[in-house]
């Protein structure tokens, strides 16, 4: 394995397996690069501040493991957001990632449509999801436009959701895999949550390589043949190695990132580069909540105050916010 570090490029890989990293590397024999991200306590702050379900738990920790993989990418101040709208059980998902590194979360969920779906077990998560559709925004701050990916989610997971953005909007051949996994602890002990992800992509230098079939116009007469498009040896290589990933890999503790990416690619050359630690951080703030709340207008402040104060609570974190009646009204 070559690493980062200009004085020793070639090394074994480290044994320490480190929570709350996204470890970047590039393997030059497959003209790929990718990430892998491994939480755990940044995912229990995280789902900490609500009492969700089991199930729910389990989808935003697949939701905050995409977005630390796909969020941690960028390489400018701003915020990553996920989120999703469905007619499923769990019809919210907003994730927040603040580059560098920290990452804030929430779920809006029906109870009764919860338990109907997990009535003869654990559910996939397309099906507490539903049908709708998912949105990846960057936004850089008030001087930039904001950039935004829509893709629909038909019944299908987050994985198949973040594969049909990477074909219809960035033209990337791209693989990702996503595990959470429970702890459950003896004597009535708190159980801890675990979140892994992979995420692979093929970039060779020669642009002809990467050959994609065209999009389905959706309107083609019956019948219309569909061209085969065959895909670059490598990168079937790289695609059915990442195959072979367990999921207890991804969220084995005991299991090192750099040593699960040598298993897969050592014979290809895999380098890894330094990882980044990820935090679980909320940016909700009084001052933030009052410009909020200027947004409004004179009247629709007026309609929050109730018994003589506008009462704000963070979705994310659950910290609450009081204003004065006077001081909401008289701010500019």
């Not at 109870?111 to 960057?138: D, K």
């Not at 009052?290 to 979705?315: I, Q, W």
């Amino acid at each position: 394995m070559t690493s980062s570090h200009p004085a020793s490029p070639t090394r074994t890989p480290s044994a320490e397996a480190i929570d709350d990293r996204v470890t970047p590397f590039h393997v030059d024999g497959l003209d790929v690069r990718g990430r892998i991200v491994r939480l755990g306590p940044s995912l229990d702050a995280v789902l900490a501040h609500h009492q969700y379900p089991a199930p729910v738990k389990r989808l935003l920790g697949e939701a905050v493991a995409l977005t630390v993989l796909l969020g941690s990418t960028l390489k400018i101040e701003g915020r990553f957001i996920l989120q999703t709208r469905t007619d499923g059980p769990v019809d919210l998902l907003v994730v927040d990632f603040m580059a560098p590194d920290s990452v804030r979360a929430y779920a809006r969920y029906d109870e009764a449509g919860l338990a109907e779906a997990t009535t003869s077990g654990p559910a996939r998560s397309g099906a507490l999801l539903g049908h709708g559709h998912l949105a990846l925004t960057i936004d850089q701050g008030l001087t930039v436009r904001p950039y935004q990916g829509v893709v629909a989610l038909e019944g299908g997971g987050l994985e198949d959701a973040a594969h049909q953005y990477f074909r219809q909007s960035e033209q990337i051949p791209t693989r990702i895999r996503l595990t959470v996994a429970e702890d459950v602890r003896p004597g009535g002990e708190a159980s801890s949550w675990r979140a892994g992800g992979l995420m692979v992509q093929f970039l060779p230098t020669e642009g002809g390589r990467i050959a994609t079939p065209d999009l389905d116009p959706g309107d083609a007469p019956e019948g219309t043949p569909v061209p085969v498009v065959d895909e670059d040896d490598a990168w079937v290589e790289a695609q059915s190695l990442v195959g072979t990933v367990e999921d207890i890999e991804l969220v084995d503790a005991d299991l090192s990132s750099e040593r699960l990416l040598f298993r897969l690619f050592h014979e290809r050359g895999v380098r890894v580069f330094d990882a980044e630690t990820i935090v679980a951080r909320c940016s909700c703030s009084r001052e933030r909540v009052m410009n909020v709340l200027m947004s409004f207008g004179p009247d629709e402040r007026a309609g929050l105050v109730e018994d003589g104060k506008v009462k704000v609570t963070c979705e994310f974190c659950g910290r609450s916010y009081a204003f004065e009646a006077s001081e909401v009204a008289n701010a500019s």
